[in-house]
T-cell receptor
Framework: GEDVEQSLFLSVREGDSSVINCTYT??????LYWYKQEPGAGLQLLTY?????DMKQDQRLTVLLNKKDKHLSLRIADTQTGDSAIYFC???????????FGKGTRLSVIA | KAGVTQTPRYLIKTRGQQVTLSCSPI?????VSWYQQTPGQGLQFLFE???????NKGNFPGRFSGRQFSNSRSEMNVSTLELGDSALYLC?????????????FGQGTRLTVV
């Protein structure tokens, strides 16, 4: 079945770049997403990318997609303490199918 | 534009009881999906409703059910609650004229079964 894998923890210093990685197994995934969850909150959609794209940039966020290796990454430039949260990678086959989530990567930003 | 609203935010129920959770999607969105989030299993898909019809269903027992009303608001019901049903229940809405791909989540309902 479909599976999405992420490393569980990442620690970076304030001002550095963070790179959160994700791998997925479904080669027919059409949309890939990054969500952020802060303590006690729901999921905030950060960005998403179509499978026919290699890269998407949105302010401090850069998403890279290697479709051949089924590898997705989220780079956060100039990481701030407010970026500390759990980041979830998710994929879906089409707009009519459910999101499949990874277990999430807990990002800790050290001041 | 108001976001996705889930009520209540917190619930404490006893084993064997039933519970109903509510989700009001973003105005104009016709799809509502429900997910269960637990520390052990992560985020798991329960079901999705689109225009009052269940379009997709996850792998949960029949104790978990849902419905969607003509105004797109959705409810999910869990009967005969078990301790393992304690979780954060999240609903997501999507499907307006602009994009069918973006899914926006509510703050969730935290259910504790004692």
């Amino acid at each position: 079945g479909e599976d999405v894998e992420q490393s569980l923890f990442l620690s970076v210093r304030e001002g550095d770049s963070s790179v959160i990685n994700c791998t997925y197994t479904d080669s027919s995934s059409t949309y890939l997403y990054w969500y952020k969850q802060e303590p006690g909150a729901g999921l905030q959609l950060l960005t998403y990318i179509f499978s026919n794209m290699d890269m998407k940039q949105d302010q401090r966020l850069t998403v890279l997609l290697n479709k051949k290796d089924k590898h997705l990454s989220l780079r956060i430039a100039d990481t701030q303490t407010g970026d500390s949260a759990i980041y979830f990678c998710a994929e879906r086959h089409s707009g009519n199918t459910p999101l499949v989530f990874g277990k999430g990567t807990r990002l800790s930003v050290i001041a | 534009k108001a976001g996705v609203t889930q009520t209540p935010r917190y619930l404490i129920k006893t084993r064997g009881q039933q519970v109903t959770l509510s989700c009001s999607p973003i105005s104009g969105h016709r799809s509502v999906s429900w997910y269960q989030q637990t520390p052990g299993q992560g985020l798991q898909f329960l079901f999705e409703y689109f225009s009052e019809t269940q379009r997709n269903k996850g792998n949960f027992p029949g104790r978990f059910s849902g419905r969607q009303f003509s105004n797109s608001r959705s409810e999910m019901n869990v009967s005969t609650l078990e301790l393992g049903d304690s979780a954060l229940y999240l609903c997501a809405s999507s499907g307006d004229r602009v994009s069918l791909t973006e899914a926006f989540f509510g703050q969730g309902t935290r259910l504790t079964v004692v």
